[in-house]
């Protein structure tokens, strides 16, 4: 999950909460079922405003840190409009009355497609050398003259066929 306008809702929350970082990290092991919560540093790189800020975290310790603030997830974090069963990190997310991320309607470079799928260049080569095996090419990848490019909408419909055949 994102954060919502880089974690001020959060802080806001944990300021109306009377909670700082320690006590919020303390009351997610309260509400976590498993009994175990998050650690305060995830808690600080979560909720923080600096450089080390993270902008997002796990499905899991936003429902814990929403829970811990007695908010809705939806308050504090974007939710996914999909979710891929292989990675988290190829969500497209929208929040409520927000419109879903917006597609680019042109090809893109490997470095282009990496960051918007959140993928490393090297995890797209797998994927492109395991369909190679298999005597495919890999949904959307198009050669132009000797260089790569990637229709990323091809690329994100062959990905949820996938994670639904999973």
């Given at each position: 999950?994102?954060?919502?306008?880089?974690?001020?809702?959060?802080?806001?929350?944990?300021?109306?909460?009377?909670?700082?970082?320690?006590?919020?990290?303390?009351?997610?092991?309260?509400?976590?079922?498993?009994?175990?919560?998050?650690?305060?540093?995830?808690?600080?790189?979560i909720a923080g405003g600096g450089k080390t800020?993270?902008?997002?975290?796990?499905?899991?310790?936003?429902?814990?840190?929403?829970?811990?603030?007695?908010?809705?997830?939806?308050?504090?974090?974007?939710?996914?409009?999909?979710?891929?069963?292989?990675?988290?990190?190829?969500?497209?997310?929208?929040?409520?009355?927000?419109?879903?991320?917006?597609?680019?309607?042109?090809?893109?470079?490997?470095?282009?497609?990496?960051?918007?799928?959140?993928?490393?260049?090297?995890?797209?080569?797998?994927?492109?050398?395991?369909?190679?095996?298999?005597?495919?090419?890999?949904?959307?990848?198009?050669y132009v003259g000797s260089s790569r490019r990637?229709?990323?909408?091809?690329?994100?419909?062959?990905?949820?066929?996938?994670?639904?055949?999973?």
């Open positions: 999950m994102r954060r919502l306008d880089k974690g001020a809702p959060l802080r806001a929350a944990m300021t109306a909460a009377g909670l700082d970082i320690p006590r919020l990290a303390a009351k997610t092991k309260d509400v976590d079922p498993a009994g175990e919560g998050l650690s305060r540093s995830l808690v600080g790189f800020a993270r902008e997002e975290c796990s499905d899991r310790a936003a429902e814990l840190i929403a829970a811990a603030l007695g908010k809705e997830v939806d308050d504090l974090f974007l939710t996914p409009v999909f979710t891929l069963s292989e990675s988290t990190s190829t969500r497209r997310t929208q929040t409520g009355d927000r419109s879903a991320t917006e597609l680019p309607a042109r090809l893109m470079d490997q470095a282009e497609l990496s960051t918007f799928l959140r993928k490393s260049r090297s995890w797209i080569d797998k994927q492109i050398q395991e369909a190679r095996k298999r005597g495919e090419i890999w949904p959307g990848l198009i990637f229709d990323p909408h091809a690329v994100l419909d062959a990905m949820r066929k996938q994670s639904t055949a999973a």
